[in-house]
């Protein structure tokens, strides 16, 4: 019975300590590492901006207007993007026409990493959003093998390269429904109107070693 105590009383202790090690100095060889982390997300700006078809809107953050930014793992850009449906036309009773989906397409980019997603609204409104990142988000919440602590920190600390400007951009390819009635006129559809917010992606992780327990 003591060495059952002992051991329900040790394992946690130097599993424990093992984490704090890894964290503290990621020097361990290879082996197998368990792998754990969360992102925040810190705002740059946000705001509504009506958008022309074809006439795409742009801007620039620098992190410099972050607090301390150089103290954190940036290791993505994420731009969410909400709209509903600016199309107009004939409301008459008689008058037969719908609106048609708009495409809204928004693109966020740091250094060489890019990323763009569109999205339609489809009844009226819609929303969504586009991450560019720069650090291996498949390690997280896994069992890493066959690498030492060094080159996991690698994948998952972004050593100041997130740090300076982040442009996004929204364009909009705006289509007009038909009117199936000539009296009507035509429908027109010029844009529409987004709201954004533009943020900053940070990864805190930790780095532990392995201790497969299902033999146990």
């Known amino acids: 019975m003591g060495s059952i105590v002992f051991f329900l009383l040790a394992f946690p ?4 300590m093992a984490a704090g090690n890894a964290d ?7 082996a197998d590492y368990q792998v754990n982390g969360e992102i925040t997300y810190v705002q740059l700006d946000s705001g509504t901006e009506p958008i022309g078809d074809g006439d795409p809107w742009t801007d620039t953050f620098n992190t410099d207007a972050i607090n301390n930014a150089e103290d954190l793992n940036i290791v993505g850009l994420r731009i969410s993007m909400s709209y509903g449906e600016d199309e107009t036309g004939n409301d008459a009773l008689f008058c037969t026409g719908s609106d048609a989906p708009d495409t809204i397409t928004g693109t966020a980019s740091h250094l060489d990493f890019n990323a763009s997603g569109d999205g339609q609204n489809n009844g009226g409104s819609g929303a969504h959003e586009v991450s560019a990142i720069w650090y291996n ?3 997280v919440g896994q069992v890493v093998s066959g690498l030492s602590m060094n080159e996991i920190k690698a994948q998952l600390d972004s050593m100041g390269a997130g740090l300076g400007d982040h442009s996004v951009s929204i364009s909009v390819d705006a289509q007009a429904g038909n009117e199936g009635n000539p009296i009507c006129g035509q429908r027109s559809d010029g844009g529409e109107t ?3 917010t533009v943020e900053l992606m940070v990864l805190e992780y930790t780095i532990a070693p392995f201790i497969d327990t299902s033999d146990i």
């Open 13 to 16: 202790i130097y599993f424990g």
């Open 194 to 196: 987004v709201d954004y």
């Open 137 to 139: 988000a498949s390690m």
């Open 24 to 30: 503290d100095s990621l020097g361990g060889g290879v």
